[in-house]
């Protein structure tokens, strides 16, 4: 459902003034695309941004020179000038057998896994391996629910954003698929063929970066 109604309005304008136009927030991403979750350097390859909601790291990439980007969601919610630049798709990580037609390079999962619930991990691990090309590289970016900063902000972004968590979890249900279902998760991806190279989660955030070889009949 698009979004349109005064709420979602004054969130996109929050979201613009706390997020998009903040000089901190910015030097943020920069250090995080460089050193914790360092981007692709081929600008040419296909990239989709799973959970992409307004577009906003999809723009970020449009800007550093990306040309063959993708977003999925569960809403069509892209701003209008990322709307013009990428393939969206609508859909849901965890429907099954998650088909788009084609395949990608780079596959990224940035704070949405913790949407899902703690079931439902499985099925989007097997959706994400559908999602790469072999050799393609998944990249996993999540709030650490097991730090009181990763908790911190998971709720301050909850309450101040709400247009961008439409189906967000409460903080024991969150806790749980994130904290409990992490593991798992990973055991799951790493059964389809993904290999690690990457692997933090002893801050506030999860990162997770891994090369995908197809596993026959995985
Ligand atoms: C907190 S936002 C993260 C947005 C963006 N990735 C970022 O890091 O700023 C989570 C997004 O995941 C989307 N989402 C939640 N469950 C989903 C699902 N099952 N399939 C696809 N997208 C989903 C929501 O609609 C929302 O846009």
Partial sequence: MPIANIDDKRC???????????PCVQLFQDLKYRFILPLPRDRKASLIDVGCAKGNFLRNLARRGYTDLSGLDLDNA??????ARVTFYRESLTTPE?????????????CMLHHLPAASLT???????????????LFIYE???ASPVG????????RLFPAMHRNAMEEKDAQMAFCKGWEGFRRSL?????????VSDWSFYKCY??????VAGA
């Fill in 123 to 137: 099925d989007a691990a097997r959706n994400i391996a559908r999602l790469c090309e072999p050799g393609a590289t």
């Fill in 143 to 145: 709030p650490n629910m």
């Fill in 12 to 22: 996109e304008e929050l979201y613009s003034a706390v997020v998009d136009r903040n």
């Fill in 151 to 158: 908790r911190f902000f998971y709720f301050a972004f909850l």
């Fill in 98 to 110: 998650l088909d788009l037609g084609r395949r990608f390079r780079h596959v990224f999962v940035q």
């Fill in 209 to 214: 970066v891994a090369t995908f070889t197809p």
């Fill in 78 to 83: 892209l701003y209008p000038d990322v709307a």
């Fill in 190 to 198: 790493e059964a389809l063929g993904f290999r690690p190279h990457r």
